[in-house]
DNA sequence: CTGAAAGCGCTTACAG
DNA sequence: CTGAAAGCGCTTACAG
């Protein structure tokens, strides 16, 4: 590989001169520029980022931790999160935790040792620690670690919208899969629904609200809805909420298994709306989050200092009508 | 942070016994080596790795080069990869493509930029071009990039495996959907199975064999499949093998839509054995690959000089019967 | 406007 | 067995 040296060799200048070129500084001549310039190309100079990570403490790269990069949300927002980086000019670092706060404790260091030019977490902890001890700024995205600035959707006013479109579908036997309560997002999501609910039921007709707290994958929908719908027909709920569009995708398999029509004898809701969301059958109605923009949000909160203000910022949610839900029937 | 040269003062000794000591050079006396890392624990040293990088022009980062990290698919490879990466101490610089030979090849300059340790390309480009000019080790994971070395699955015996499953169940009017014939992969599960049911049926009954070129996603299948299914029961293949799960799946929906009972009147068989599925009713018989096993010793050929011989590595399929697939029904 | 020189933090022959 | 010193390739005040 050729150096500064190198190139500056070539050019018939110093290494001063050639990195000054390469940093655009507007002070060098154009006359100087130009032999520069053709030197890089004459000897496909390429710059160590090494050096210049330990001269300028800087370096063009992004943390991201992920809890579980073979979930399909968190995939989704890996890839908006490349993307946005990739045109920032910056290469994104990916560590996986397992959403064990074990694991992302020392994943996060190592990315740490690495100084990056800021860290994006997906969080897997929120216990109320002391923050990390470092220089590079952190935010957290969908789900808050520790203390950090968080960005991520509106998951009560998302819920919300779920619980007006199920009400006013004339749905009210219903029951919600929340997802763990531990989490931020679990009991937000909730809250957001239960809430919403209540209130409309509140000024008009009684309601059933049953609330059973699962985690936010596949197994746990099937088998919680599985218990919710083994009870007689006119004793189980019309709809069925759920966090995750995994576990609204679990509680179709067991409508299916237990030759329960949806939407005609059960209405479901997911939370995500991730690509499979339109694949299943019928098409799930899903709460839709604008990944790109939170993606676009994150990046941009580490790389200028302006951005990084303690607030938190909420990107408003989408509801996605699709076949999955319907009026209950009048049996 | 503190440096080298604090640790040294600290400990009273030199610059050059500290990166003794840290890098387990065996020549260090004990009594020396344990004022040394105390030194190290009370100033919570933590080495710089730009520097390192720049002194040894090695670097403990992986890059990953990956065509959609939305594709769950290469999100369970991402996955593994990452682990074992982890596991050996190095970090992972990961890169979408897009699938756009254009963007990968940027991404690759990007990431080599970086001087990362080794590079691990699921490839987009399998066109017959010179090999990138660089010293860091390649090594094609899944999928060929260029002529590099490529671990993956026995994609033609994994194919031959499903095309004897449904020979001995019955079938004798198969359809196969394809991938890209554009992508070795697409012609290697097609020829492995194409040729095992020709071989098969060669020598005892009568065969109807469609193939048809789709794409990997969803949606290929999906449509291929309602053509392949629109026309009178007794016409149509009473069993569809896919080159992805998620053709699988669109063919599930497909059927689903057009009243066809699976596996009483279709028998469907995907490949992959992605997560979901085991989450799609019925279960979805499919081909599973070892990622655990590819991503390990892709990571296993870039760190140790040794392993990175030119041979391919292929690497068994299981076959995974599940409920998607039974004996044609006898109509 | 350009160059000479210092220095980022580390590792590694080389002396002693 | 330990230390002094050079040097990886770059950037950046500072002189000129």
Redo the contacts with the bound molecule.
């Keep these: 590989?050729s150096?500064?040296?190198d190139v500056a060799q070539r050019a018939?200048?110093?290494?001063?001169?050639?990195?000054?070129v390469?940093?655009r500084n507007p002070?060098?001549?154009p006359?100087?520029r130009e032999r520069v310039m053709h030197a890089v190309d004459e000897l496909g100079?390429?710059?160590?980022l090494a050096?210049?990570a330990?001269?300028?403490?800087k370096v063009n790269v992004i943390g991201l931790v992920v809890p579980d990069i073979s979930n399909p949300y968190f995939a989704q927002l890996v890839k908006c999160v490349e993307a946005e980086a990739s045109k920032q000019g910056h290469m994104v670092m990916m560590v996986n935790t397992d959403d064990d706060p074990a694991i992302e404790i020392t994943q996060i260091n190592a990315l740490l040792a690495q100084s990056p030019h800021g860290l994006i977490v997906i969080g897997s902890t929120e216990r109320d620690m002391e923050p990390i001890k470092t220089e590079v700024p952190i935010v957290s995205l969908d789900r808050r670690f520790l203390n950090y600035k968080l960005i991520s959707a509106d998951h009560v006013g998302g819920s919300a919208q779920v619980a007006e479109h199920l009400f006013h579908l004339g749905h009210r036997r219903i029951a919600y899969i929340s997802g763990q309560l531990s989490t931020e997002v679990g009991r937000l999501r909730k809250q957001g629904f239960c809430d919403r609910l209540t209130a409309l039921a509140g000024r008009t007709a009684s309601l059933e609200l049953t609330s059973i707290e699962g985690q936010f994958d596949y197994t746990s929908g099937d088998e919680i809805a599985r218990r919710l719908l083994s009870v007689d027909a006119d004793k189980r709920p019309t709809a069925i909420a759920t966090a995750s569009d995994q576990q609204a995708i679990g509680v179709l398999r067991a409508a299916r298994d237990l030759n329960i029509d949806v939407p005609q004898q059960l209405s479901i809701v997911g939370f995500d709306d991730i690509i499979l969301a339109e694949l299943v059958v019928p098409r799930l109605t899903s709460v839709s989050q604008n990944t790109v923009e939170m993606a676009r949000l994150a990046v941009h909160c580490l790389l200028s200092e302006a951005a990084l203000s303690p607030q938190d910022h909420v990107i408003d949610t989408v509801l996605k009508e699709r076949g999955s839900t319907a009026a209950p029937c009048q049996a």
């Design positions: 590989m150096t500064v040296k018939g200048v110093s290494v001063g001169t050639v990195s000054k390469l940093s002070t060098v001549k006359a100087l100079y390429k710059p160590n050096a210049r330990l001269r300028t403490n």
